[in-house]
């Protein structure tokens, strides 16, 4: 029986009126704020901001634990937290048309079908962290969402990683090629095509070099294998298609920008346009 989270937010936070937001408490916000590092860089003012919009964020959509998973209000903000910081200066119209939030105790397995060139159907499950559905609920791994960060590998949040997929579909398949609107005065379709092509067939060509290194008998299991794709600046996972290679970047812009930016310094400035933040800006 999934625990829905209306019940958690009454007994836990103090509803201001039925359709206005949730008051995430003081002692929470902090906490939730310092278990994840790359929200340092906020200032005052970005972090009151950030604030407003999880709160905004948890009173419009609707979150549900899943798999036996208790949705305790600490899950609740650290989701919601995190998933407001793409959109700190965009605001969260871009999570429009959808409204559900499924919460995993930790990976999930999803029965997928697969044709092959000879016309054989497989079907398997996968084991994954997280899922968008194109106008459908946003799951969530809670054990990877809670990983976040840079500590022994690449940069990582699930939780960006699944909204910044949200945004991509708003205008159609997850091609890597979002929406712009009145606030993107500079960026064009075009533009954004050939800067992320390039940039994407210059890191699925390093990522394949990577693996014609690896040697033969290499446990892929291993953490010997990450060893050798640590001098990518984001994960190899993003070299699998541009759907997922803006859903990496993103996801490294906001955990690991500088890596980001020295690698590819077109890209990550097409980002900030985007996202109208620069998270290296801070740093320096
Ligand atoms: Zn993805």
Same mark, same amino acid.
């Given at each position: 029986m999934p625990a829905h989270n209306s019940k958690m937010l009454r007994t836990l936070f103090e509803r201001l009126t039925r359709s206005s937001s949730v008051v995430i408490p003081d002692q929470l916000w902090t906490s939730t704020l310092a278990s994840l590092p790359f929200m340092l860089?906020?200032?005052? #003012? @970005?972090?009151?901001?950030?604030?407003?919009?999880?709160?905004?964020? =948890?009173?419009q959509k609707q979150m549900t634990g899943a798999a036996g998973l208790e949705l305790t209000a600490a899950i609740q903000v650290n989701i919601a937290m995190q998933a407001s910081l793409p959109v700190l200066n =965009?605001?969260?119209d871009w999570y429009r048309g959808w409204n559900s939030?499924? /919460?995993?105790? +930790?990976e999930f397995l999803v029965p997928r079908e697969l044709t092959d060139d000879d016309g054989?159907?497989?079907q398997y499950v996968e084991p994954i962290a997280g899922e968008a559905w194109d106008g459908g609920p946003l799951l969530l791994s809670w054990e990877d969402a809670q990983q976040s960060a840079t500590a022994g590998g690449a940069a990582y949040s699930v939780v960006?990683?699944?909204?910044?997929?949200?945004?991509?579909?708003?205008?159609? #398949?997850?091609?890597? /090629?979002?929406?712009?609107?009145? /606030?993107?005065?500079?960026?064009?379709?075009?533009?954004?095509r050939r800067v992320m092509h390039d940039t994407f067939e210059r890191f699925a060509a390093e990522v394949e070099l990577i693996e014609a290194e690896l040697?033969? #008998?290499?446990?892929?299991?291993? #953490?010997? @294998?990450? +060893?050798y794709f640590a001098r990518l600046p984001f994960d190899a996972y993003a070299a699998q298609d541009t759907g997922e290679f803006f859903a990496v970047?993103? @996801?490294?812009?906001? /955990?690991?920008?500088? +890596?980001?930016?020295?690698?590819?310094? @077109?890209?990550?400035?097409?980002?900030?346009?985007?996202?109208?933040?620069?998270p290296v800006a801070l740093h320096e």
């Open positions: 860089r906020l200032n005052a #003012d @970005e972090c009151s901001r950030l604030r407003k919009l999880a709160s905004q964020l =948890l009173s =965009l605001g969260l939030i499924i /919460v995993y105790p +930790r054989v159907v497989h960006m990683h699944e909204f910044a997929h949200k945004i991509d579909l708003l205008n159609g #398949d997850a091609d890597g /090629v979002p929406p712009f609107s009145s /606030v993107h005065k500079k960026l064009s379709t075009a533009r954004w040697p033969a #008998d290499l446990d892929l299991e291993s #953490d010997t @294998e990450e +060893r970047s993103s @996801e490294a812009f906001f /955990v690991a920008p500088q +890596r980001l930016r020295s690698a590819f310094p @077109e890209w990550y400035a097409l980002l900030t346009e985007f996202f109208l933040q620069n």
